[in-house]
């Protein structure tokens, strides 16, 4: 499967716990960006890297969430210490190019749920 | 701030009819326009893009794009039960390292 991997499809954390979304661009692409998506709402953007770099963090909160795409594996979304209100689908999709041309792919997405 | 607007729906057609759904943005230096379909429960899946004025078709599927108006539609003719989803407008400006910024999203219900 050459797509865009995303795991684990599910989670659930209780408040206070951590949260490790991982996501594996596909073949040949070197940039990743994730997005979240609340029930009813649109996507809306995160954090976009490419390898070993964040180019553009407008989208994360400041405090708990962090993200990176080390040289050798996935890249990792992290939230620390979860509140409810972090219950959401995150989305993870690459592409092969910054061009404003290029197209985005999906991974099918965590659904992580705060208890 | 970029937005993308699009109306919530629910848009419902009846099954072999052509189903428009439509789409507007504020940055009028955005360059790149997308149609992604989302099932319930699933990833969003590109299904078009156009970058310039006009129209553009794929199949079943019209794009068109009104830079003018700063307005995009897409057009699904012989509309089939299998369309029925919810489709997400986005658009891109440069320069290239810019996010792809989404709509809220139509959902479409195609009734036999």
């Known amino acids: 499967n050459a797509g865009v991997m995303q795991n684990p499809r599910h989670l659930v954390r209780r408040r206070g716990q951590e949260a490790r979304l991982r996501c594996s661009p596909m073949k040949g692409h070197s940039h990743v960006y994730w997005y979240r998506q609340l029930p009813e709402e649109g996507l809306k953007f995160m954090v976009y890297?490419?390898?070993?770099?964040?180019?553009?963090e407008s989208g994360m909160p400041k405090e708990r969430f962090s993200a990176e795409f080390p040289k050798e594996g996935p890249s990792i979304l992290r939230i620390q210490q979860v509140v409810r209100g972090d219950s959401a689908a995150y989305f993870c999709?690459?592409?092969?190019?910054?061009?404003?041309?290029?197209?985005?792919?999906f991974g099918s997405g965590t659904q992580l749920s705060v208890l | 701030q970029k937005e993308v607007e699009q109306n919530s729906g629910p848009l419902s057609v009846p099954e072999g009819a052509i189903a428009s759904l439509n789409c507007t943005y504020s940055d009028r230096g955005s360059q790149s326009f997308f149609w992604y379909r989302q099932y319930s429960g699933k990833s969003p899946e590109l299904i078009m893009f156009?970058?310039?004025?006009g129209d553009k078709e794929d199949g079943r599927f019209t794009a068109q794009l009104n830079r003018a108006s700063q307005y995009i539609s897409l057009l699904i003719r012989d509309s089939k039960l299998s369309d029925s989803a919810t489709y997400l407008c986005?658009?891109?400006?440069?320069?290239?390292?810019?996010?792809?910024?989404f709509g809220k999203g139509t959902r479409l219900s195609v009734i036999a």
């Open positions: 986005a658009v891109k400006a440069p320069p290239g390292n810019t996010p792809l910024v």
């Open positions: 890297l490419q390898k070993e770099n964040i180019i553009d």
């Open positions: 156009i970058y310039s004025n």
């Open positions: 999709a690459s592409s092969a190019d910054r061009a404003t041309r290029e197209k985005l792919f």
